[in-house]
């Protein structure tokens, strides 16, 4: 079992920043992949970035590229995610997943991941 707190979540104004962070514990060592989802009420849950632990092997979802950066603390089995220039359609609850690595591809897909956090709010004023 791999358990993942989220934190760093808040409200900010549109062109404005937040950090959130992600604390894995338990069986870490069976989960290289990580990644954020996030989702709006009524809407599918779609995947914002993602990272693999070993290799550090990122992918970004096309309407984040250039804004969010993803990485991670491997001596802390931490995973970030810095939005920048932050919009109100950036607006959801983010979620941090973890599952198998898929060698060097990283998943995009609710269904690549096996673990999950409790999920933070982002709310992003215009």
């Not at 599918?44 to 990272?51: K, L, Y």
């Not at 001596?75 to 932050?86: D, G, I, V």
């Amino acid at each position: 079992q791999v358990q993942l707190v989220e934190s760093g979540g808040g409200l900010v104004q549109a062109g404005g920043s937040l950090r959130l962070s992600c604390a894995a514990s338990g069986r870490t060592s069976s989960s290289n992949a990580m990644a954020w989802f996030r989702q709006d009420p009524g809407k599918e849950r779609e995947f914002v970035a993602g990272i693999t632990w070993s290799a550090g092997y990122t992918n970004f979802a096309d309407s984040v590229k250039g804004r969010f950066t993803i990485s991670r603390d491997n001596a802390k089995n931490t995973m970030y995610l810095q939005m920048n220039s932050l919009k109100p359609e950036d607006t959801a609850v983010y979620y941090c997943a973890a599952g198998p690595s898929l060698g060097l591809r990283i998943g995009t897909s609710r269904a690549n991941y096996i673990y999950w956090g409790q999920g933070t709010q982002v709310t992003v004023s215009s």
